[in-house]
């Protein structure tokens, strides 16, 4: 998996609780992505960064928040869980931007909210 | 709207057997469209990655093609292994954007 770890990889959390998921990446790569993959839809965007403390938000970033305070390390928050968060969430790394560049995933988390 | 729509959605196949699946988008400007494979459980992996002047790219049993004027693209599987059972995931990008656009993907289950 391309020199990344995310944590934890399973996830059982209640309605209302926040929760952080950790990507890590050894790779010294610039750009880190955070995506939701969820039966019958396309990965999607929520969150992704271009340098350290240099975030900007995806397509699906609403009850999401970001930070990056480390190039190796991109956490993604979600500061009240709804059933709807329910989903297995990706990182990805690129070296450049994602549109020219390789893109490489991590393990995944699969989260569950109750 | 930019869209990548992939087909079939699920695809059953003997070992052995060769195998095609396509993907057909609307993303503009185009830049480059992208092949994963995605076992259970675990992360996207690429394939290919193809510009608009790339008609074809390999690697080893995968051979993509790419067709920019009709806006559509193949992946082919050659004499295929229980070990290609995953999902295939089709991704275009748009030029001048560093964000993706995801097909939903086509499960292929390959049987001894």
């Known amino acids: 998996d391309a020199g990344i770890t995310q944590s934890p990889r399973h996830k059982v959390t209640e309605t209302g609780t926040p929760v952080t998921l950790r990507c890590h990446q050894t790779?010294?790569?610039?750009?880190m992505y955070w995506y939701r993959q969820d039966p019958g839809h396309g990965l999607r965007l929520i969150h992704y960064?271009?340098?350290?403390?240099?975030?900007d938000k995806g397509e699906v970033s609403d009850g999401y928040s970001v930070s990056r305070s480390k190039t190796e390390d991109f956490l993604l928050t979600l500061e009240s869980a709804t059933s709807s968060q329910t989903s297995v969430y990706f990182c990805?790394?690129?070296?450049?931007?994602?549109?020219?560049?390789?893109?490489?995933f991590g393990p995944g988390t699969r989260l569950t909210v109750t | 709207k930019n869209q990548v729509e992939q087909s079939p959605q699920s695809l059953i196949i003997l070992e052995g057997k060769n195998c095609t699946l396509q993907?057909?988008?609307?993303?503009?400007?185009?830049?480059?469209l992208r092949w994963y494979k995605q076992d259970t459980g675990r992360g996207p992996v690429s394939l290919t990655i193809?510009?608009?002047?790339?008609n074809t790219k390999s690697n080893g049993r995968y051979t993509a093609t790419l067709d920019a004027d009709t806006k559509q693209s193949s992946l082919h599987i050659t004499a295929s292994q229980l070990s290609d059972s995953a999902s295939y995931i089709c991704?275009?990008?748009?030029?001048?954007?560093?964000?993706?656009?995801f097909g939903t993907g086509t499960r292929l289950q390959v049987f001894p």
């Open positions: 990805a790394i690129s070296d450049r931007g994602a549109g020219v560049a390789e893109q490489y």
């Open positions: 790779e010294n790569h610039r750009y």
């Open positions: 960064s271009y340098g350290v403390k240099d975030t």
């Open positions: 993907c057909n988008y609307t993303v503009s400007p185009f830049s480059n």
């Open positions: 193809m510009t608009f002047s790339e």
């Open positions: 991704v275009v990008s748009a030029l001048n954007t560093d964000k993706l656009i």
